[in-house]
């Protein structure tokens, strides 16, 4: 099982970027797909997540409103739009897939209720 993640890079304050999470060898369709992510020195939090089908999303209070989550089952991939940027949400961002249950997923799951993780990518946002 593989979770790539890419998309990162540096950004100004205010700048967009769309992180992308392709997976492999596993079926993608039946697992739900969340994206967290770690600043230097803090402990890994979690951004957002969406379920197997798409029907639900929850997104963590900091970034509501600026993050867009969404994935194609087809295509085996999951992305994060980030818009509004900001210079705290720099990061290194992590795709993850798991089965949570739906009660876990609409309360903001932990990073242990995912099963397989991606490499991580870098988002810096310049002030």
């Known amino acids: 099982v593989q979770l790539q993640a890419s998309g990162g890079g540096l950004v100004q304050a205010g700048g967009s970027l769309r992180l992308s999470c392709v997976a492999s060898g596993l079926n993608f369709g039946n697992y739900a797909v969340a994206w967290f992510r770690q600043a230097p020195g803090k402990e890994r939090e979690f951004v957002a997540t969406?379920?197997?089908?798409?029907?639900?999303?929850k997104y963590a209070d900091a970034v509501k409103g600026r993050f867009t989550i969404s994935r194609e089952n087809v295509r085996k991939s999951a992305y994060l739009q980030m818009n509004g940027l900001k210079p705290e949400d720099t990061a290194v961002y992590y795709c993850a897939a798991g089965t949570p249950i739906l009660s876990t997923i609409l309360s903001g799951p932990p990073a242990r209720a995912f099963n397989f993780w991606g490499q991580g990518t870098q988002v810096t946002v310049s002030s």
């Open positions: 969406i379920t197997r089908s798409g029907n639900s999303i």
